[in-house]
């Protein structure tokens, strides 16, 4: 069962309450909220008036990155999370690629330890699915997911992916959201409708859903950062959510 739904930084300019009523009116259901505008760490108000929004919260998208920020960050994302009842914290594996970081243990280290203390806080960490982290490729990325117990992952494409290794990479890590866009190759500044991206987005949705696991489809990266390509964009995924 696939929830849609937003990621609230898609449209940073928007307050809470905006985003809200964006994506009420848009018939999508769920938002990851942003930790760097919407609901910063420790701002219980914001925390507030996102729930007034009535949107089910998918996560809480943090910017903390395992190994490299300082561990006592860690407990106002985890307290943020909680007030907002989020079922997974976004964060991300490093700031280094697989080929290029000497060294894996701090991130692990710091996963493992972000991991045990979410549980108490009743939530689960999430790896952000991105270049220069240790998610970014697949092997690496399941490597992960091994060494570190309790730690699941998001999922997106690369820009102009090809379907064969995006359902491959689905298939694999079976993650529990997607952040769901349409880029060409050259990634973030060439964006497109998310239309023009069906023979991608169909075939991968209907994957996620397959087994019936309750799982996210957020909607990020619009073309030219417009409402109203946004509710183009919104139609299409409810229209391939369909049965």
């Not at 991105?130 to 399941?142: A, F, I, Q």
């Amino acid at each position: 069962m696939l929830i849609p739904g937003l990621v609230s930084v898609t449209f940073r300019q928007l307050t809470v309450s905006e985003i809200g009523a964006l994506a009420t009116e848009c018939g999508l259901q769920a938002v990851e909220w942003g930790g760097d505008v919407h609901v910063p760490p420790g701002d219980f108000a914001a925390a507030r008036r996102a729930l007034d929004t009535g949107l089910k919260v998918a996560a809480y998208g943090s910017y903390y990155r395992a190994g490299v920020s300082d561990r006592a960050d860690l407990a106002p994302i985890l307290e943020t999370a909680a007030e907002l009842d989020a079922p997974f914290v976004r964060v991300w594996a490093g700031t280094s690629g697989s080929e290029e970081c000497p060294d894996r243990a701090p991130v692990i280290e710091a996963l493992q330890h972000a991991v045990e203390h979410a549980e108490a806080m009743g939530t689960k960490i999430a790896l952000e699915y991105h270049r220069n982290t240790l998610t970014d490729t697949l092997d690496s990325t399941v490597r992960l997911l091994d060494e570190v117990d309790g730690v699941v992952s998001y999922w997106q494409p690369r820009g102009g992916q090809d379907v064969f290794s995006a359902m491959h990479e689905v298939r694999t890590l079976e993650p529990v959201t997607a952040h769901v866009f349409s880029w060409g190759p050259g990634g973030f500044k060439e964006r497109f409708p998310l239309a023009e991206r069906r023979d991608l987005w169909k075939p991968v949705l209907t994957e996620l859903a397959r087994d019936g696991i309750e799982r996210n489809a957020l909607l990020e990266f619009v073309l030219d950062d417009s409402p109203e390509q946004f509710r183009e964009d919104a139609k299409a995924l409810l229209g391939w959510l369909k049965p």
